[in-house]
């Protein structure tokens, strides 16, 4: 009984070690509420690749180092971004500058169908790379079946956004960062 005491520890202790070593930069942190279910994961991914999000819209994305969690692992769901699971919802955020400031697009999927959520209010509080503060409302596009706002800034650094959505109710909030 000892040995399998004994055993079990070390096997935690070397798992934890390992999950400590191979996150690099990525934190999690996961906690509820009676009236809302947060997630929060900063992650840091960088630029792979372009891909042409709309030919109509303008708009191209940076293809982003980020995990897809389709169940056939092809990546149908992802558009690129960095992905947050917060509960049953799939929050995905892709951030581009541009010569107007960066483009935040903003993806809430629901469910493993992962269904458009297109009635939330979302709002984004960004900690700009001088330590300042901006809150921006984002607007569903129908065609893209996204949420759209424009950061002005065009200062280089990091940018710190914590998204906040509210479902009919229910808080889904996700933090994010992304540079320019």
Same mark, same amino acid.
């Given at each position: 009984m000892k040995l399998l005491k004994i055993s079990f520890v070390v096997v935690g202790?070397?798992?934890?070690?390992f999950l400590g070593a191979c996150s690099?930069?990525?934190?999690?942190?996961?906690?509820?509420?009676?009236?809302?279910?947060?997630?929060?994961?900063?992650?840091?991914?960088?630029n792979t690749a372009k891909n042409n999000h709309s030919e109509n819209d303008g708009h191209s994305h940076n293809q982003n180092n980020a995990q897809s969690h389709s169940e056939d692992g092809k990546g149908e769901h992802s558009h690129g971004g960095q992905i947050i699971e917060s509960g049953q919802y799939h929050l995905e955020l892709i951030a581009e500058?541009?010569? *107007?400031? /960066?483009h935040l697009d903003f993806y809430i999927k629901k469910g493993d169908k992962h269904d458009t959520v297109s009635n939330a209010k979302v709002t984004a509080q960004i900690q700009l790379p001088d330590g300042s503060q901006k809150s921006l409302s984002l607007t569903y596009e129908a065609k893209e079946?996204?949420?759209?706002a424009v950061v002005s800034q065009k200062t280089a650094g990091e940018y710190?956004?914590?998204?906040?959505? *509210?479902? /009919?109710?229910?808080k889904v909030n996700g933090r994010f960062t992304f540079k320019r």
């Open positions: 202790s070397v798992g934890l070690i690099g930069s990525n934190q999690a942190a996961n906690s509820e509420n009676k009236s809302a279910s947060t997630t929060q994961i900063t992650s840091k991914t960088e500058p541009k010569d *107007d400031g /960066n079946q996204h949420y759209h710190k956004a914590a998204i906040l959505s *509210d479902i /009919n109710g229910e």
